[in-house]
């Protein structure tokens, strides 16, 4: 059951960049302009089952384009990142022939303006680059609420696409179907706690190819 | 009544010896308010060295230097008691002894406790922060379970983890140690021992100790003690039933009957408990307390064989059964109704000698056994299909040698030595594990004078499983006047790793990580080794630390002051550093992917805080009591971050701090009065209130932030008696009155109302 919504928001933060720069050396087209897309998608299915992996592919997404891509595109540039269970793995190394990287910083999302220019890891076959329990969630174990997968709301991966010309920031907001308050009595008790596997998350993507500007 | 024919008696036997002394000799006769006779009163004569010390019956004789005075003062006084002046004529010969009656102060001074020295002592000379609940108190709140009692006292509150226990000084229930007649109860569950397991009718009265007392009692007693002591038979017979039943249809009966004759104390007891439960969540199918019902049967007797000879058992027998509903999903993902039923039982048997070859000497032998297990059985609803079954049993086993010998009035020594032998016997801890424990404890008080006092005493448990452990422990206290008393203790307490910490060896098949304990570890992963499962190990098996027990240093301090008769106030300061806490990390990699994890000491949490109590009795009829507690408890958190620079570049940052824990209230409190009038009829009101704490981590960051706390809260309970007749007492009450719900805190059940009629001889 994919219940894939996006809400798309363009921001032109730098449309008024040209007006006094008229310089027929450099040339007003070469400045390069920052064009930010901010999307959230919501309960995003990525089921896995342990018992019989093959029956369960990665979902792969572009974050380019906002969709889904088809698991028969898997050894193309189509995708940036992929998910399955608490698994997130991204378009390089092992996991795949594109050029995408990650850092992930103890940085809320909101605060993100600016990629880093260095240090981003690919998946490895020991390691994904985004690491899970402990990167992007905690898993409570015996805390409370119980067995429980946390998104780490001030935890904001850092991406470049698969392509390698784009960068992006991603949190995830959710692990369960419709983003529920982790909070509450009715999340922490099994029987009424939402479906695991639904992946919340937003993102913003500098457009311009080669920007770091997030914000 | 025979006891006042035979103080009468010997009455008449003093005075015959006495009367031809004439006016030098004073004697006579100290009670308390109900004909008791007190021992130890102080009876001193003003403006003289003269002095002495009434007897075990309240008997005095003093010899006065010369007989030319025409009247003396005597002045008595007694700790728990009010200082008392009389004057003696001494111009007639005193023709019959004085008969002298001592009040009682607010705080009840009877209690004799033991669980603070594992000797007798009276409440009011021990150094250490030990309270007492009395059998009465719990009879008047109309209280079923240990965990009813122990809700409405200072200091401690209930909290709910896989059972009812109880948290003091801001520890889990895990770390305090919970006996009955001091023997262990054991069966906990994820680290709780369930409070409504123990049925409190038949208690003479409840011990706690704050603050650890792993120098007398090794392993739990880290947060403290709660020693329940049952009824004894003192009157040659004597009995009573007390039967309640209460909203969620819940039944409470109780019998005892006790017999003293031939030498030889019995006293037999009986309790059923059952219940409908009740359901705070309604969009759960499982009941938040299950359906219920359970029996207790207990047996205590001692005897007298010799001047030299007393030997001594308890036996105490519970079975409960559970009903209960959950649900599953199947295969094709389409949730199933699942009945639940559970059965838990608890056997605990001892046995005492206590050998006295001379007056200053004795020697005690002791054995105490302990069984507890559970059963779960899980079947469909639909097809009464058996779905799991899983059992659970643990037996332990403690002989105990101890001695004590009093050098001189001042100074007195006691020194054990023994060994436990526990065996756990459940699916997840292959092979049936067993392990051993020895240990020796001495301990020391010495007594400066009558108003300063210091206790020393040390334990070493050694362990086959986890490294030894010493445990020392020093106490002192110091009455500047009879108005103010001050104590300190220090000491050192721990917790032994429990069995999942040893010997776990879990391999989860879906998820496909594998958990082991400590005692397992080494062998598990040579095990995956073998089979070529394991892809690295992260950590040298041969640099594994053994682990260590979690263990906490401890500093109490407090004050008493009485500044009228009628007025306590009592304080007890608290810091606890606790260190090696346990907690799983990975230590090798699996091929799939997942890890291996074990047990490590890695945490540090400290707990600190003020407890405050006042007392209060106005017109002889009404007790007051208002209680406080401060509490600050952190958690020692390490964070490494990464984070950016001005230019966006990663900066990576390590910072250390103390952050609030979970399920800890900074302020709480409680409020009672109780009303008891000449005419049969009693009331009582007692107020709780919990202030606000954390309970879910919404950011998974493992500890509290100021967007997690829940609300505080109150409750309000209240009882009503009136006494009919000489035999019967009935009661009607409601706890809960404003019928406050919080669906996270299962542990209040919404309003219940209850009746009570209670029938004794």
């Known amino acids: 059951m994919l219940n894939l919504k996006i809400i798309p928001i363009i921001i032109l933060a730098a449309a008024f960049v040209f007006t006094g720069c008229s310089d027929s050396t450099t040339g007003a087209d070469d ?57 997130i793995i991204i378009n390089a190394g092992s996991s795949g022939p594109g050029n995408a990287g990650v850092v992930m910083i103890d940085v809320p999302f909101d605060e993100v ?103 | 009544m025979s006891r006042v024919a035979a103080i009468t008696s010997s009455f008449i036997l003093v005075i015959a010896i006495a009367s031809p002394l004439k006016a030098q000799i004073i004697h006579g006769f100290i009670m308390n308010d109900e004909g008791e006779p007190l021992a130890d009163v102080h009876v001193a004569v003003e403006n003289s060295a003269v002095s002495t010390v009434s007897n075990e019956s309240g008997l005095f004789r003093l010899q006065l230097e010369n007989g030319s005075q025409e009247s003396v003062s005597l002045l008595l006084s007694r700790i728990g008691y009010q200082t008392d002046f009389i004057k003696v004529d001494l111009s007639e010969p005193q023709s019959k002894p004085l008969t002298i009656t001592l009040k009682q102060k607010i705080y009840r001074s009877e209690a004799v406790v033991v669980t603070a020295t594992r000797t007798q002592q009276d409440i009011e000379n021990v150094s250490i922060p030990v309270s ?53 109860v054991i069966g906990r569950t994820a680290g709780t021992l369930d409070l409504s397991r123990i049925s409190v009718r038949n208690v003479e009265q409840i011990e706690i100790v704050k603050g650890p007392s792993s120098a007398l009692w090794g392993s739990d007693a880290l947060a403290g003690v709660v020693n329940i002591i049952t009824k004894r038979a003192t009157e040659e017979l004597s009995g009573g039933i007390t039967t309640r039943y209460g909203k969620n249809n819940t039944l409470d009966l109780s019998g005892d009957f006790s017999l003293n004759k031939f030498g030889v104390n019995s006293h037999i007891f009986g309790n059923l408990n059952s219940s409908a439960g009740y359901r705070l969540n309604p969009g759960v199918v499982s009941q938040t307390v299950p359906e219920f019902n359970n029996v207790t049967i207990g047996y205590r007797g ?71 297990g559970t059963e779960s059985e899980l079947s469909f609803a639909a097809t009464d299909q058996l779905y799991s079954r899983s059992a659970f049993n643990q037996t332990f086993n403690q002989p105990e040698f101890k001695a004590a010998y009093r050098w001189s009035d001042s100074q007195k020594t006691l020194a054990g030595m023994g060994a436990i032998f526990e065996q756990v016997d459940a699916e997840r801890f ?45 106490s002192t206290r110091y009455r500047v ?21 040893l010997f776990l060896d879990f391999t989860n098949t879906t998820a496909g990580y594998s958990v082991f304990g400590s005692s397992t570890v080494v062998e598990g992963i040579e095990r995956q080794r073998t089979e070529g499962a394991i892809d690295q190990i992260l950590i040298p098996l041969d640099s594994l630390n053994e682990i260590r027990a979690e263990s906490s240093w401890a500093l109490n301090t407090g004050f008493d002051i009485d500044p009228t008769p009628n007025l306590r106030f009592r304080m007890n300061l608290f810091r606890n550093n606790v260190s090696d806490l346990i907690e799983t990390a990975p230590v090798a990699r699996l091929t799939n992917g997942q890890s291996v994890f074990t047990y490590f000491n ?160």
């Open chain 2, 302 to 372: 001692d005897t007298r064989l010799s001047d030299q000879f007393e030997i001594s058992g308890n036996i105490r027998w519970f079975r409960e059964s559970q009903q209960n509903r959950s649900i599953v999903n199947n295969q094709s993902g389409e949730a199933e109704l699942l009945n639940s039923d559970n059965f838990r039982s608890d056997f605990m048997g001892s046995g005492e000698v206590k050998f006295t070859p001379a007056n200053r000497f004795n020697l005690t032998m002791s054995w105490i056994t302990n069984h507890y």
């Open chain 2, 602 to 761: 890695v945490d540090e949490v400290y707990t600190q805080g003020a407890e405050a109590e006042f007392r209060l009795r106005f017109a002889e009829q009404i007790d007051a009591s208002l209680g406080y507690q401060y509490l600050d408890a952190q958690r020692r958190v390490e964070r490494e971050r990464i984070l950016q620079d001005d230019q966006g570049e990663l900066v990576q940052q390590t910072n250390v701090s103390f952050e609030p824990m979970f399920n800890r209230s900074r302020h709480s409190g409680n409020f009672s009065i109780f009303y008891e009038s000449n005419n049969g009829w009693g009331a009582n009101l007692r107020g709780l209130f919990r202030g606000r704490f954390g309970l879910f981590d919404r950011n998974g960051n493992g500890f509290v932030d100021s967007n997690e706390l829940e609300p505080g809260y109150t409750v309000w309970n209240a009882a009503l008696t009136r006494r009919v007749g000489k035999l019967a007492t009935i009661q009607a009450g409601a706890d809960n009155i404003f019928n406050y719900i919080n669906i996270n805190q299962p542990f209040l059940a919404g309003r219940l109302w209850y009746a009570q009629v209670s029938i004794s001889f």
């Open chain 1, 31 to 87: 400045a390069p302009v920052s064009e930010i897309d901010i999307k959230t998608v919501e309960n995003l299915h990525a089921p896995f089952d342990r018992e019989n992996p093959g029956s369960t592919p990665f979902v792969y997404f572009n974050l380019r384009t906002g969709e889904i891509v088809d698991a028969a595109e898997a050894e193309s540039d189509n995708w940036d990142i992929g998910f399955r269970g608490t698994s």
């Open chain 2, 481 to 501: 006047s009879d108005w103010i008393q001050f104590r300190a203790s220090a000491g050192r307490g721990f917790k032994a790793p429990d069995f999942r910490q």
């Open chain 2, 430 to 474: 292959p092979g049936q594990p067993s392990f051993t424990t020895q240990f020796l404890f001495t301990q020391h008080s010495w007594s400066l004078s009558q108003n300063f006092e210091v206790t020393g005493g040390i334990r070493y448990d050694s362990h086959s499983e986890y490294s030894s452990q010493l445990s020392p422990k020093i």
């Open chain 1, 113 to 215: 303006s600016i990629a880093p220019s260095e240090g981003y890891r690919q998946d490895s076959a020991d390691e994904p680059a985004i690491t899970g329990n402990g990167g992007w969630y905690t898993y409570t174990g015996n805390g409370n609420p119980p067995r429980a997968i946390i998104s780490h709301d001030d935890t904001t991966i850092i991406l470049k696409t698969a392509d390698g010309n784009h960068f992006a920031k991603l949190n995830i907001m959710s692990y369960y179907e419709g983003n529920p308050d982790y909070g509450t009595e009715e999340f922490a008790n099994f029987q009424t706690r939402p479906a695991s596997q639904h992946f919340t998350f937003k993102y913003a993507i500098q457009l311009t190819e080669g920007l770091r500007e997030l914000k």
């Open chain 2, 132 to 184: 007492v609940v009395t059998g009465e108190e719990m009879h008047k709140t109309g209280s079923m379970r240990l965990s009813d009692i122990l809700s409405e006292q200072t200091g401690m509150q209930i909290v709910s983890d896989h059972g009812t226990g109880v948290q003091i000084q801001g520890f889990d229930p895990d770390y305090t140690l919970i006996m009955i007649d001091g023997s262990p």
